[in-house]
């Protein structure tokens, strides 16, 4: 990995043979984040900001610095997690550049801009190159990827990290959709993933694959741990989890929670479960 020195110097970071990539890390390291949120810059001369980081001091100079004063045509959002979208506003702002997200994301962070659908492009480079909008739910139901043509690269946002597994939290994430997002994505032959959070994936077809099977031997252990009579969220978490620091038991609750969902939905003989369809939110991330 090659890194060069930004305006404010802040360090950014690129890959050799990816010219057209460089990136840069928010300081918010955390269970969920990994090292921190990753901003990226894609293109060379007409550029697009790839989920622009959370609203923390100094976020918006790390931004310019990425920017490097080339043309923004647009702030791409993933989705409308804190954490990815929280500077969206300001860098829309301070860039002249429109927002460009899913239009569930748009809503939920009250925001105006361009509503991107399945397959809508985003030129770069006075049209050289196209990010095409892939809709990708299963971390969150307002979640798109976003492909990069020229080098069937994919900015991935929350879908898939570049170390260990993303988080599937009740009642926004949702298994089954996952799923079939992994199946999709590998349909599209992906190359290079580049994470929110976490280093650049670079065979990304054998990460989706172990991405789908991690997730359905997960799916298998909540599935015994119900047939082995555990009958609450807690003893479920319990089971397939064994004991978790205190700070990692509301996530672990929630990715069990979306899991018992996954069996009712497919059909599964779901016995009750308490606190399954408690009122819930999902811990914050970021």
């Keep these: 990995m090659v890194e060069a020195r930004s305006p404010d110097s802040d360090r950014l970071k690129r890959l050799p ?90 809503r939920r962070l009250d925001l105006d801009g361009r509503s ?11 049209g050289a190159m196209d990010l095409t909008t892939v809709p990708a739910p299963g971390h969150s139901a307002d ?50 993933l580049f994470p929110g959070h976490g280093p650049p994936v670079d065979d990304g077809r054998a990460r989706l694959l172990e991405y789908r099977e991690h997730r359905l031997a997960r799916h298998a252990e909540v599935v015994d741990a119900l047939r082995a009579g555990n009958r609450s969220v807690g003893e479920l978490r319990r089971a397939v989890y064994g004991e978790l620091d205190p700070g990692l038991e509301p996530a672990a609750d929630a990715s069990i929670r979306a899991h018992l969902v996954y069996v009712r939905e497919t059909g599964g003989d779901l016995p009750p479960v308490a606190g399954l369809d408690d009122t819930w939110s999902a811990p914050e991330e970021g």
């Design 17 to 106: 043979g990816e010219p057209n990539v460089v990136w840069t890390v928010a300081p918010n390291p955390g269970p969920l984040t990994l090292d921190g949120t990753r901003s990226y810059r894609v293109g060379s001369q007409n550029v697009v900001l790839v989920d622009p980081g959370p609203d923390l001091p100094g976020q918006l100079d790390r931004l310019r610095g990425l920017v490097g004063g080339l043309s923004v045509e647009a702030i791409c959002l993933t989705h409308a997690h804190r954490d990815h979208s929280g500077m969206a506003a300001r860098a829309a702002q301070a860039f002249d550049a429109p927002v460009a997200a899913s239009a569930e994301t748009l």
């Design 116 to 126: 991107l659908a399945d397959g809508d492009p985003i030129e770069l480079d006075g």
């Design 143 to 192: 979640h798109v990827v976003f492909f990069l043509d020229s080098s069937r690269s994919v900015f991935t946002g929350d879908l898939v990290l570049g170390t260990g597994s993303s988080a599937v939290l009740h009642p926004d994430g949702d298994v089954g959709a996952c799923l079939a997002t992994f199946t999709r994505l590998l349909s599209l032959r992906p190359g290079r």
